[in-house]
Antibody, heavy 120, light 110 residues
Framework: QLQLQESGPGLVKPSETLSLTCIVSGGSISSGRYLWGWIRQLPGKGLEWIGTIYYSGTTSYNPSLRSRVTISVDTSKNQYSLMLNSLTAADTAVYYC????????????WGQGSLVTVSS | QAGLTQPPSVSKNLRQTATLTCIGNSNNVGNQGAVWLQHHQGHPPKLLFYRNDNRPSGISERLSASRSGNTASLTITGLQPEDEADYYCSAWDSTLSVWVFGGGTKLTVL
């Protein structure tokens, strides 16, 4: 059974860079049938798509975050990562990694989520 | 960017039927179709339907979904306590090139 697990710091200072990793087990990240994404939930608000990566390294980012986001993949470790720079308190959220089906069919498997607080 | 529109809350009695709506436009719901997610706080979201009305394996048949034009609907019959959750719709917006989400509907089972 596919499992995704986010790892990273729970507390980051303003203006610094957030780095999160999603470790994938029970399935290969190199499967050409899926994309691998990051989604966040801001406090008291809904979900916001951050971006997606294919195992080849091709990425797609939310235009509202594109200037600050980098998603990368390490197929040898079966994991992928998110970097978000120039953090502010508005980036405080629960960050999820999730597997996305091709052809815009949606996200079928999610990690447990990682709460990230931006505060000095 | 513009998101999808969902009612903030719906309350129904046990064993009743709830219908949740999601309004988009011709670039998202009306184009690529809607995805429905169920979210119990403290747990990861769960995919309920994709491409409007396709149910992944393991999803209860008490749940059904449909789309008419730019509006998607999720119907839950015979409401149970475990159905109490937040429900999100989502769709790929082909003009904005972004996944858009609704604000979520909190379903309360009385």
């Amino acid at each position: 059974q596919l499992q995704l697990q986010e790892s990273g710091p729970g507390l980051v200072k303003p203006s610094e860079t957030l780095s999160l990793t999603c470790i994938v087990s029970g399935g290969s990240i190199s499967s050409g049938r899926y994309l691998w994404g990051w989604i966040r939930q801001l406090p008291g608000k809904g979900l916001e798509w951050i971006g997606t990566i294919y195992y080849s390294g091709t990425t797609s980012y939310n235009p509202s975050l594109r200037s600050r986001v980098t998603i990368s993949v390490d197929t040898s470790k079966n994991q992928y990562s998110l970097m978000l720079n120039s953090l502010t308190a508005a980036d405080t959220a629960v960050y999820y990694c999730a597997r996305e089906w091709l052809l815009y069919l949606g996200f079928d498997s999610w990690g447990q989520g990682s709460l990230v607080t931006v505060s000095s | 960017q513009a998101g999808l529109t969902q009612p903030p809350s719906v309350s129904k009695n046990l064993r009743q039927t709830a219908t949740l709506t999601c309004i988009g436009n011709s670039n998202n719901v009306g184009n690529q179709g809607a995805v429905w997610l169920q979210h119990h706080q403290g747990h990861p979201p769960k995919l309920l339907f994709y491409r409007n009305d396709n149910r992944p394996s393991g999803i209860s048949e008490r749940l059904s979904a449909s789309r008419s034009g730019n509006t998607a609907s999720l119907t839950i019959t015979g409401l149970q306590p475990e159905d109490e959750a937040d429900y999100y719709c989502s769709a790929w917006d082909s003009t904005l090139s972004v996944w858009v989400f609704g604000g979520g509907t909190k379903l309360t089972v009385l």
